[in-house]
């Protein structure tokens, strides 16, 4: 295994046929009023770990060019693909446009919601997450095919939102 110092970490700059040759996985990652600078820039390195096809920004969610974002996701806003969309809902609606057979996940707690390790996920798909306080909004969790949520042990009652979607990213992985 490969170990990197911070200095290499963040002077990582993929050439143009680097960058071809990695295959895209038909995922979309939907930020649905993110506030977090930093949970952003970790998103997108996220989003470069798993080779998702795409990140949309919504709503009041930044966008780069930002000192923080680009700090938090050690330039990978270079190089990972993404758009700006009004709101979540549009970007869905945009997506199942040009996307056949869509598959869209909020990952939230709910009701509806079932743990993500019992879900089943198939490609394509698009992960929505929420604003750090008050989550997905109703509106994209009306339209979700799924809405799943990580079980809680403790004390705490949510994760970070960077840290759920790592978590739900990486078990879709598993169906690659």
Known sequence: MIKLGAAELRTTIPSKEDL????KNP?????????????????FRLADA???EKVILCGATETPPSSRIKKASINT???????????????????QLIVNNLRVIA???????????????????ALVVGHETEGVS??????ADRIVEIPMFGVNKSL???????????KIMEYK
């Open 77 to 95: 806003t270079e190089w990972v693909s993404w758009e700006y969309s009004s709101t979540a809902v549009e970007a869905i609606n945009n997506l």
């Open 138 to 143: 109703k509106e994209v969790l009306r339209i």
């Open 50 to 52: 798993v080779a998702a």
């Open 107 to 125: 990952i939230e707690q709910s009701e509806k919601s079932v743990p993500y390790d019992k879900a089943e996920y198939k490609f394509p798909i």
């Open 160 to 170: 970070n939102v960077m840290v759920s979607l790592g978590i739900v990213l990486y």
């Open 20 to 23: 071809k040759k990695i295959k």
């Open 27 to 43: 995922i979309y990652i939907i930020l649905d009023n993110v506030m977090d600078t930093y949970n952003v820039g970790a998103i």
